[in-house]
């Protein structure tokens, strides 16, 4: 399932990448907003983890 959205956000930013460098006329800023956006949405799902701690065991009495 997880493997299925980073697909979906890849191709996304792969077309949008196209679109931007079509209107700039310029590939590298194509390049570069694909390696943001995805880049951008794998390191937001990495900080998601990160907060997503369980709790903590604590003995009861």
């Known amino acids: 399932m997880d ?3 980073y697909l979906m956000v890849a191709v ?7 679109v ?7 590939v590298l800023s194509g390049i ?3 390696v943001l956006l ?3 949405y794998v390191l937001l799902n ?3 983890g990160l907060n997503n701690k369980p709790p ?6």
């Open 38 to 40: 995805f880049g951008g």
């Open 20 to 26: 931007v460098a079509l209107i700039a006329h310029n």
């Open 32 to 34: 570069l907003l694909v």
């Open 3 to 5: 493997l299925l959205k």
């Open 56 to 61: 903590e065991n604590t003995p009861q009495q």
């Open 12 to 18: 996304g930013s792969i077309i949008l990448g196209i």
């Open 46 to 48: 990495v900080t998601k």
